[in-house]
């Protein structure tokens, strides 16, 4: 079964300082990857996707993530937190329903920027 | 335009009403999902439509009956809910490319109070 474990919760970093936001997926088949953010009282945005088409992601915002099959991972990452990206991180698998695909996420990193 | 818009943004309903919670999208998108998301958890599928049809749902209760009367439009009529089903519900949508890499984009959701 197709899976993504994000570890820790709750990640807090200070204003200019690198954000590591981890996600690991379990998966026997090559898994198709995607990070989402939600701002406080708002919907899912899409960050960034993985395709197959390459290992290193670039995203929205300044974010990527890197594949890494080795690990079983797909960390985002960005080099200077900014005040704006404190929220609700998910990183999602998406996988077969039937006749449809669907996208299961997991517990989601909250992220808090001290100034 | 990827924007997904959906109304009401807030509904407090008593456990004997009858209400309904609309979802619209103008980007020619030919699926559409509604999700459940509790406070502090991941989203949650609930249904998926593919052209106008019930493609998936999981096994969610009868109090929760979707509806989608043309392909920009989908509904979610709630009757007799209760107290447990308070949550914020998603709705998105997708371009039904047939590719399990395909994105979804999520509304803002509409919070809902069940008393």
């Known amino acids: 079964a197709q899976s993504v474990t994000q570890l820790g919760s709750h990640v807090s970093v200070s204003e200019g300082a690198l954000v590591l936001l981890r996600c690991n997926y379990s998966s026997s088949v090559p898994p198709y990857l995607f990070w989402y953010v939600q701002y406080p009282n708002q919907g899912l945005q899409l960050l960034l996707k993985y395709t197959s088409a390459a290992t290193l992601v670039k995203g929205i915002n300044g974010f990527e993530a890197e594949f890494k099959k080795s690990e079983t991972s797909f960390h985002l990452t960005k080099p200077s937190a900014h005040m704006s990206d404190a929220a609700e991180y998910f990183c999602a698998v998406s996988k077969s329903g039937g006749s449809n695909y669907k996208l299961t996420f997991g517990k989601g990193t909250l992220l808090t920027v001290n100034p | 335009d990827t924007e997904v818009t959906q109304t009401p943004k807030h509904l407090v309903m008593g456990m004997t009403n009858k209400k309904s919670l609309k979802c619209e999208q103008h980007?020619?998108?030919?699926?559409m999902y509604w999700y459940k998301q509790k406070a502090k958890k991941p989203p949650e599928l609930m249904f998926v439509y593919s052209y106008e049809k019930l493609s998936i749902n999981e096994s969610v209760p009868s109090r929760f009956s979707p509806e989608c009367p043309n392909s920009s439009l989908l509904n979610l009529h709630l009757h007799a809910l209760q107290p447990e089903d308070s949550a914020l519900y998603l709705c998105?949508?997708?371009?039904?490319?047939?590719?399990?890499?395909?994105?979804?984009?999520f509304g803002p959701g509409t919070r809902l109070l069940v008393l």
């Open positions: 998105a949508s997708s371009q039904e490319t047939g590719l399990v890499q395909e994105t979804q984009y």
């Open positions: 980007m020619g998108h030919r699926a």
